[in-house]
Nanobody
Framework: QVQFVESGGGLVQPGGSLRLSCAAS????????MKWFRQAPGKERELVAS????????NYADSVKGRFTVSRDNTKNTVFLQMNRLKPEDTAVYYC?????????WGQGTQVTVTS
């Protein structure tokens, strides 16, 4: 079945960086666009970034544009999210999913906490 395993989160000071990874399985990864989402406490899950199957189409939420970079390695079935110049408001659990979100396949996510 489709599975996503996110990793790379942690505790970081404002202005710091983290690189998240999402290992996907259960489908032909190279044929599918991918998305990163995040959910902060008490808030709805929101879209952070998206990347098409061959990385030709990439989009970001306005709140992270210029600071985050999404990429993928189709040989490793993995999508990445490089997060620079982190802010306290980036604190959330980060998840990945397919471009056409599979509601029943959310992973455990990875916690990112930005605090001084």
């Amino acid at each position: 079945q489709v599975q996503f395993v996110e990793s790379g989160g942690g505790l970081v000071q404002p202005g710091g960086s983290l690189r998240l990874s999402c290992a996907a399985s259960g489908f032909i990864f190279r044929d599918v666009g991918m998305k990163w989402f995040r959910q902060a406490p008490g808030k709805e899950r929101e879209l952070v970034a998206s990347i098409s199957s061959l990385s030709k189409s990439i989009n970001y939420a306005d709140s992270v544009k210029g600071r985050f970079t999404v990429s993928r390695d189709n040989t490793k079935n993995t999508v990445f999210l490089q997060m620079n110049r982190l802010k306290p408001e980036d604190t959330a659990v980060y998840y990945c999913n397919q471009w056409a979100v599979i509601q029943g396949a959310w992973g455990q996510g990875t916690q990112v906490t930005v605090t001084s």
